[in-house]
């Protein structure tokens, strides 16, 4: 039996195991997988509900990994247990004025108008299981329709949320550009052949237009050195900024938000909505910044590169600087072995 193959049965039984040992067992299976194993067994769900729902896959996957996202960027949701990602309240599963929230029960949840559904056949609606989860949502989507607009209109009737229409739509189109779930490689933002000097200068504080403190590293280079997307991901916002100048944003599939800024330029056909991968040229060192469009050379040729973690309610900036010298090094390491 070929490799692939064995690696398929094992993903089969374990969406089987999970699928009827709920939460409790969820994370010490998981933790015994690859990566691989686990974007194999998130895709065969995802298949799944999308033949029985028609909801498309990758919308099913932009919604999972936009709140996987939130549950790492928030203590106030449980740690992700199981292939999927997705949390409903007992509130929401159960019904508002069911006096049991761990109701597992479909026709007392209905009565109560609560949402959870059986999605694997075994009579329980179990807000821990991953089918039952998955196939709610799909449901509750595919009651709007399944193309885009009532895909759209759902995620808003649902989050309230503008932001959260936009990631979600954004993550999914790069799952449906890319085809796979794997979308884990990073880049440095810089060629590795090109000069450039760096340091953490996040926190640091600055002066035009105010005391403000720097969100960001700055990646010193010459006039014209190519920018590079660090992620696969969709570009959220482009233009000019008194501060950042020409600076171009990209969201990925975590919910990161990755900032540019300083640029000279940006590169031919890159637009918002464009989507993007690691190493994709999107513009340019520069100096612009700190006054009206198109102000330039107030300080030396550098990128100023940030990340914002979105939280369902808003973003906030962290230190990239941990994050640039791994790519830098894993980018290194592979031109080594190539």
Known sequence: MKKTAILTLTVLCTVFFLAFHPAHGN????????????????????????????????????????????????NDLPDEEGFIGIYFPPDKWTGAENPDKEDNDPLAISLFNGMGLDGNGDGLA??????????????????????????????????????AVELITGHSKVYQKFDTLDLSKRMFPLPLQYNYSYQSTWGHSRGWGGRRMHEGTDLFAGYGTPVRSTTFGIVELKGWNKFGGWRIGIRDTNNVYH??????????????????????????????????????????????????????????????????????RMERQARRKG
């Open 259 to 328: 900032y540019y800024a300083h640029l000279t330029g940006f590169e031919k056909g890159v637009e918002r909505g464009t989507i993007v991968e690691p190493g994709t040229v999107v513009g340019y060192v520069g100096s612009s910044g700190y006054g009206k469009p198109g102000t330039q050379g107030k300080f030396p040729p550098h990128l100023h590169y940030g990340m914002y973690k979105d939280n369902g309610y808003f973003e906030w900036s962290f230190d990239p600087f941990p994050s640039l010298r791994a790519w830098e």
């Open 27 to 74: 994370a010490s299976v998981l933790e015994e997988l690859s990566a691989e194993e686990i974007f194999q067994g998130r895709m065969a769900l995802y298949r799944k509900t999308e033949a029985i729902t028609g909801i498309p896959w990758y919308y099913l996957a932009g919604v999972d990994s936009y709140e996987r996202g939130l549950r790492r960027a928030r």
């Open 126 to 163: 179990d807000q821990n299981n991953d089918e039952d989860v998955l196939f709610t949502f799909a449901s509750y989507l595919a009651s709007y329709g399944t193309d885009n607009d009532n895909f759209r209109i759902g995620l808003w009737n649902y989050y309230q949320r503008d932001k």
